[in-house]
């Protein structure tokens, strides 16, 4: 197998996930402003440096994606972040988009950017430890959404990002993610999804990316957030495991989902059962964001010299994911 292949899979296997800290400054300034803290650097490394200390870097964290702010930053003992994820055990990585802007041509819609001087900056990123990179698509659900323009464009940037990435010796992370928003139903999910995905994978191919060293973060298919027809959990799980089996290659080696604004326990849950009904050879585990550190960042806003607690908090969120990436989890082991 690749080398690349390698690091994928050292990043998912035995229940390991991937920590999404990756949220750019104005994202974070909002998710900081909302619990009461500052938002400057040095509260935005205070909280991340907790994070990245915490024992479950070892057991369950097996790679974090950073902003280019937290890349270069240094810890409070003069350790470069880098560094400290991989004494830790874990792997470093880098979200090296720059946004999602309006397309021209379907304003409601965004196209991600990011593509200029893309290759220079994945030499700089590399050198500063990054073993993989992440670039995020995304797409809206409505009747005439997401459009043949917004999925075309939007697979083109993230395989034109993968092709460059491997070139780097580095493994991109390609993650499409199809919003929570709206009202529409499970099944509208499940078909924008699969034509999302497969559109991506047409263009990775085209661009000869190697698909055994990808990672895919794509969403689970749920009802939209303000749909008045939910579906079970049990439901969310099969139409997932439906969606990608009929969408993605079997070369990939693993999937990590994002949580795209599900609760912490609801996204926990539902990838327990995906794991329960996986009959597929994919690594499926998690790559959260809000789902893993939003009881954290809650529980240190309210102190935020409390490490220790802080700690403790994202352990166990860490744990339940990592049991959930395994199919191990059950409701009476939260606390
Ligand atoms: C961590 O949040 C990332 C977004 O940051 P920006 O919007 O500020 O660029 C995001 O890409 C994240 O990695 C994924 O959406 C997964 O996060 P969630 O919270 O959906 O699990």
New binding site residues.
Partial sequence: MSELNTVAVKILENGKGIL?????T???TKRLNDVGVESNPKNRLLFREILFSSSSMTKCIGGV?L?DETIRQETSKKNKIPELISKMGSTPGI?V?T??KVLAGSPKEKITEGLDGLRDRLKEYYRLGAKFT?W?GVYIIDENFPSKLSIHSNAHALARYSSLVQECNMVPIV?P?VLMDGEHSAEDCYKKTSEVIQKCFDELILHKVDLTGIIL?PNMILAGKNSKKKISNEEVAKLTLKCLKDSVPPEVPGIA?????QSEFE?TENLNLINKFNDTNFIMTY??????QQSALKFWSKNIQNIEGTQKVFNHRAKMNTLAAQGKWSKDLEI
């Fill in positions: 999404a800290a990756d949220e750019s104005s994202t974070m994606i902003y979200k988009d946004g999602a992440k995020r993650e993610e973060k989902f994002l949580s795209g604004g996204a790559s959260y964001g809000r789902a893993l």
